[in-house]
C-alpha cells in the first residue's frame, strides 16, 4: 500500500513537471507560428529575381515548427536526482521556462550524459536515476534506480540501465518502423554516441546490438554539438536499400533532427538510375579498386591521343601544318594545369588555335594582334576543329564507360590488371542498363572528366552564377533593413536558401543533387557490404574522413574477410578505430545461441554477443515434406499471424516469411493466393507489405516480430552469413520449416 502511494505520488509529481515541460514547448511553437505569420504578412521588397527574403525567413521558421512538431511523443524521458537535493530532467530537446530558466535538459548535453552512464558502481554525484515513461501527455509509469552500493546487489551480469524501461521497449510489437532509443541508450551504447567526430570510427557488434540505433543517435548528437559546421554541409546516412531507408527514417525526426540526406551508395551519384543486374563475378570485378587506374588510363588513352604524322590543310587560303610535337606540348600545358579533362580541354585547344592563327597570320605576313578575325577563322574551319577535337576528345563518364565495355581490346589496353576472363565477363553491347557496380566506377570516371557541358550548358552557368553574386547583395540588405542576424540565422544560410525556391532550398535537396557535395558526417549502416570502389565514392564526399560505420563482418554472406574492417576499409582501414557492442536487444537467448552454434558448424566463428533476455518457446522447428512445401508455409504463416493477433492486439505485430533466393517467386505466389492472407502480403504504395516475404539478403538491417524461416540449409548453401542474419532478425519467434537435414547445430 506504502509502495503503491508512493508510486502514485510519483507519478502525481511528474504529471505537473510534464505539464510545464508541454507548456513550454507549446509557447515555443506558438512563437514560432508567429513570426512566421509576421513574415508572411510584410511585403518583402521583390527585386531580385522571383524570390524574396519572405521566404528564407519563413522557411526558417516552418523548419523549426516541424522539429517542434516532431518532438510532440516522449518529449520527456526521465529525471537524476543529485546528491546535493538538485534534479534535472532530461528530455528529447532542451526547453526554458518563460524566465528563461532552463526546465529540461537536451539529452545530448554533457549534463545528461549520467541519465545513460551512472552505474551503482560508479554513481558520481547522481543518488537517484527515473525512467518516465508517457503516452500522449500523460505519465503512465516511472520506474527508480537507486544508485548506491547496496542497490548494485541486486543488477544483472549485462549491467542494464533502466532494466524495466528498457524491457518494456524490447517487448513492445514493432510496426514496421524503426523507433528512437533515446530514453533507453545503454552504456556501451552512450560511449559510442558520444565518441569524438575525428576519423573513422567503425562501430562493429552482432545482430541486434543497436548498431543502426547507435549510428543514427550519433548523427544527432554530431548535430547538436557541432550544429554551426553541420549544418552547412550536412550529414549523410548510407543504407543498403530503399527498404531499409524507409525503415528508419523516422528516427532522426523523432529526436527533432531533420536535415539529413539518406541514401544507397547507388543513389550518390545524381541523374544516374542503376536499372540493370550484374553476375556475382561482374560485381565483384567492377568493385576493386583497380578501377581507380582504370579509369585514369582511360582518359588519358582513349581521350587524349597522339598525332601520328603531321596533317596540313588550309584555313582562309593559308597553308597550316599541325605537328605531332604541336598536339603533345598543348596535351602536356593541359595536363599540367591539374584540372579535370573537359575542363583542361579548353588549354589545350587554346593553344593549337593560337599555333594555327600564328600560321595563318605569318603566311598573311600580318601581326596576329592586328588581325583578331584570324583566330575566328580558325576557330570556324572545320578541319581544325576536326584535328584539334580527335586528339582531345570530350566525352561523358556513360559514353566512355559504354566504350570500354564495348570493345574487350581497348579496355584490356587500359587495364593491365584485369584477365581476358574478367575483361569478358564485364564486356556488354552499348546502350545496356547501368548497374549498381558500375556507379562508383562512373564516379571516379566523372572525377577524371570534370563536368561535361554543351556550350547550351556553359552559358546557363555562367548566368546562374551572375544571379547568385547579385542575389548574396540582395539578401545582404535585407537582414540589415529587417534587423535580422543577430544569431537568428547567418548570410550563407539565407542566400543559400534564397537560391533556391520551395521545397528545392533545403540543404538535403541541394546536396543530393550535387555529386561534388562534400559532406561533414558521414554514417554508414551494413559497412561490411561495401566494394573498394564504393569507399573511394564515400571517401571522396568526406575530405575531413569524420565518418561513422558500422557493420557486421559476420553478416556478409561468406563470413568475416581475412584482414577484417582493415581489408574491407581499403585506404581508409589505416586511420579507422574499431569500438564494440556486445548486447543484443532484439533476439531472444535461445535464438542468438542456436545461430551461433550453427555458424561454428559452418566453420564461421561470429563475434560473441549476449542477449538481453530469453523467452520461452521462441524457436520451434517443424520438418516438412518438399512436395507439400508452399502450403505448409501458407499454414505457418496463418498461424503465427493469428498469434501475433492474440498477443499483440488485431494485425498489430510485424512477420516476415525469410526464404532461399530461388524459392521466393514461388512462396510469395502461394501467399498472396491464400485467401486469408492476401490483404496481408500486398506491398503498400510505399512498397510495403504487412507479412514481408524476403530473401536474407533483402532481410538485412531489418527486424520482425515473428520469423518463418523457409529451409534454412539451402539459406545456408547461398552462404553461412546470410543464415545468420536470417535467424536473428526475429524479436519474438522463429519458425523453422525444413524439408531433408537441419543444419548441424542448429537444433
Ligand atoms: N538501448 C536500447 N534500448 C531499447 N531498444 C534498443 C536499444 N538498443 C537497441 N535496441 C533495439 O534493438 C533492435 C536492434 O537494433 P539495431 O537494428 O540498431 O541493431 P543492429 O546492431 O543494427 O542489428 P543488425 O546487425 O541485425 O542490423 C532495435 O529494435 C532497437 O530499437
Not at 530537446?93 to 541519465?115: H, N, S, Y
Not at 533507453?184 to 567503425?202: K, P, Y
Amino acid at each position: 500500500m506504502g509502495e503503491l502511494s508512493a508510486r502514485s505520488r510519483a507519478i502525481a509529481d511528474e504529471q505537473g513537471f510534464v505539464e510545464t515541460a508541454y507548456a513550454a514547448l507549446d509557447r515555443q511553437r506558438e512563437a514560432y507560428s508567429e513570426r512566421l505569420r509576421e513574415v508572411r504578412a510584410q511585403q518583402g521588397h521583390e527585386s531580385a529575381g522571383a524570390l524574396s527574403e519572405r521566404d528564407s525567413f519563413a522557411t526558417h521558421y516552418e523548419d523549426n515548427l516541424i522539429r517542434l512538431r516532431n518532438v510532440e511523443n516522449r518529449l520527456v524521458m526521465g529525471r537524476l536526482d543529485f546528491t546535493d537535493g538538485e534534479t534535472e530532467h532530461i528530455g528529447r530537446i532542451g526547453l526554458k521556462d518563460e524566465d528563461q530558466e532552463i526546465i529540461l535538459l537536451d539529452w545530448r548535453t554533457p549534463q545528461a550524459e549520467p541519465f545513460y552512464r551512472a552505474t551503482a558502481a560508479e554513481p558520481g554525484d547522481v543518488v537517484r536515476r527515473r525512467h518516465i515513461q508517457t503516452r500522449m501527455r500523460d505519465v503512465v509509469g516511472v520506474e527508480d534506480e537507486l544508485l548506491d552500493a547496496e542497490a548494485s546487489d541486486g543488477l544483472s551480469d549485462l549491467n542494464l540501465t533502466g532494466e524495466g524501461a528498457l524491457m518494456a521497449a524490447m517487448a513492445t510489437a514493432r510496426d514496421g518502423k524503426m523507433s528512437d532509443i533515446v530514453a533507453t541508450i545503454q552504456a556501451e551504447q552512450d560511449r559510442i554516441i558520444r565518441a569524438d567526430s575525428n576519423g573513422i570510427l567503425v562501430v562493429q557488434g552482432g545482430p541486434g546490438t543497436g548498431k543502426t540505433a547507435v549510428a543514427l543517435h550519433r548523427a544527432a548528437y554530431l548535430l547538436y554539438t557541432q550544429r554551426e559546421r553541420l549544418s552547412r554541409s550536412g550529414v549523410l546516412i548510407v543504407g543498403p536499400s530503399p527498404v531499409f531507408l524507409r525503415y528508419i527514417d523516422q528516427v532522426l525526426p523523432s529526436l527533432g533532427e531533420s536535415d539529413i540526406v539518406s541514401t544507397t551508395v547507388t543513389g550518390l551519384l545524381p541523374g544516374v538510375e542503376a536499372t540493370g543486374a550484374d553476375t556475382p563475378q561482374a560485381a565483384r570485378i567492377k568493385g576493386s579498386s583497380v578501377w581507380r587506374t582504370i579509369a585514369a588510363n582511360a582518359v588519358r588513352n582513349v581521350l587524349e591521343r597522339p598525332l601520328d604524322r603531321p596533317v596540313s590543310f588550309t584555313i582562309d587560303s593559308s597553308p597550316v601544318t599541325l605537328t605531332p610535337s604541336h598536339v603533345e606540348a598543348a596535351q602536356q600545358r593541359a595536363r599540367r594545369g591539374g584540372r579535370p579533362h573537359n575542363e583542361a580541354r579548353e588549354t589545350y585547344a587554346r593553344i593549337l588555335v593560337e599555333e594555327l592563327a600564328n600560321q595563318v597570320a605569318a603566311h598573311k605576313e600580318m601581326a596576329l594582334e592586328d588581325a583578331g578575325w584570324i583566330v575566328d577563322e580558325v576557330v570556324s574551319s572545320r578541319e581544325a576543329r576536326r584535328e584539334i577535337n580527335l586528339r582531345w576528345l570530350p566525352s561523358s563518364p556513360v559514353q566512355l564507360l559504354e566504350r570500354l565495355y564495348a570493345r574487350p581490346r581497348l579496355l584490356a589496353m587500359c587495364a593491365p590488371e584485369l584477365s581476358p576472363e574478367e575483361i569478358e565477363e564485364v564486356r556488354r553491347p552499348k546502350g545496356s542498363p547501368i548497374t549498381a557496380a558500375d556507379i562508383p566506377i562512373l564516379d571516379e570516371l566523372a572525377e577524371c572528366l570534370g563536368p561535361f557541358r554543351t556550350d547550351f550548358e556553359k552559358r546557363q552557368r555562367a548566368a546562374a552564377q551572375a544571379r547568385d553574386a547579385e542575389l548574396s547583395e540582395y539578401v545582404k540588405e535585407t537582414m540589415s533593413s529587417m534587423n535580422l542576424g543577430g544569431g537568428i540565422v547567418n548570410l550563407e544560410q539565407l542566400t543559400e536558401r534564397a537560391a533556391g525556391s520551395g521545397p528545392q532550398s533545403s540543404l538535403a535537396d541541394r546536396a543530393s543533387a550535387d555529386r561534388t557535395w562534400t559532406y561533414g558526417h558521414i554514417v554508414v549502416d551494413e559497412a561490411q557490404e561495401l566494394s573498394p570502389m564504393q569507399w573511394e565514392m564515400l571517401a571522396r564526399r568526406c575530405p575531413t574522413r569524420s565518418m561513422t560505420v558500422v557493420g557486421d563482418l559476420d553478416q556478409r554472406p561468406d563470413g568475416s574477410p581475412s584482414g577484417g574492417w582493415a581489408s574491407i576499409l581499403g585506404r581508409l582501414g589505416s586511420s579507422a578505430r574499431i569500438e564494440n557492442l556486445t548486447v543484443s536487444y532484439r533476439t531472444p537467448a535461445t535464438i542468438l545461441r542456436s545461430a551461433g552454434r550453427t555458424l561454428a558448424a559452418a566453420g564461421v566463428s561470429v563475434l560473441p554477443v549476449e542477449a538481453a533476455r530469453d523467452l520461452p518457446d521462441c524457436l520451434a522447428f517443424t520438418a516438412i515434406e518438399a512436395d507439400g512445401r508452399e502450403g505448409a508455409v501458407v499454414r505457418s504463416v496463418k498461424e503465427r499471424r493469428a498469434w501475433l493477433d492474440g498477443e499483440y492486439g488485431p494485425g498489430e505485430g510485424t512477420l516476415a516469411v525469410i526464404v532461399p533466393s530461388d524459392l521466393r517467386e514461388g512462396i510469395a505466389e502461394a501467399l498472396a493466393g491464400d485467401p486469408g492472407l492476401a490483404e496481408y502480403v500486398k506491398a503498400d504504395s510505399a512498397g510495403l507489405a504487412r507479412i514481408g516475404v524476403l530473401s536474407a539478403i533483402e532481410a538485412k538491417g531489418l527486424e520482425y516480430d515473428a520469423v518463418v524461416l523457409v529451409e534454412p540449409s539451402r539459406v545456408l548453401a547461398e552462404g553461412p552469413g546470410n543464415l545468420y542474419v536470417a535467424m536473428t532478425r526475429p524479436t519474438r519467434r522463429l519458425d523453422v520449416l525444413y524439408s531433408g537435414e537441419l543444419p548441424a547445430g542448429m537444433a
